[in-house]
């Protein structure tokens, strides 16, 4: 059971693709959450957020912060929603077609 927030991170996703995206400390944005820039409150994201929204839409969209909790083993999300985010689908993803070719009808 998490004891609560201790940081936020900035998450948001990647255009091309629509994958997660996390802000990195130097500023550029990383599929890990292992990565991630750590700040110590929910106002601390506001202004990264803001940087984001307005310059980096090319790359990532729908910006925003999250609260975390950070372990030994690393960072932890609070919410489901963002454990599923993190860690990818919660059913087997597969092609509709088997990864077979169509045939014409």
């Not at 990532?60 to 909790?69: L, T």
């Amino acid at each position: 059971m998490h004891k609560g927030a201790t940081h936020w991170i900035i998450t948001a996703n990647f255009t091309a693709d629509g994958s997660v995206a996390y802000l990195r400390e130097d500023g550029t944005w990383s599929g890990k959450l292992a990565e991630a820039r750590l700040v110590l409150d929910e106002e601390a994201t506001k202004p990264f957020v803001a940087h984001a929204s307005r310059s980096e839409q090319f790359l990532v969209c729908d910006p925003y912060g999250i609260d975390v909790h950070v372990t030994d083993a690393g960072i932890e999300t609070l919410s489901a929603r963002e454990g599923i985010r993190a860690r990818g689908p919660t059913v087997p993803v597969r092609r509709p077609d088997n990864g077979r070719e169509r045939q014409a009808l």
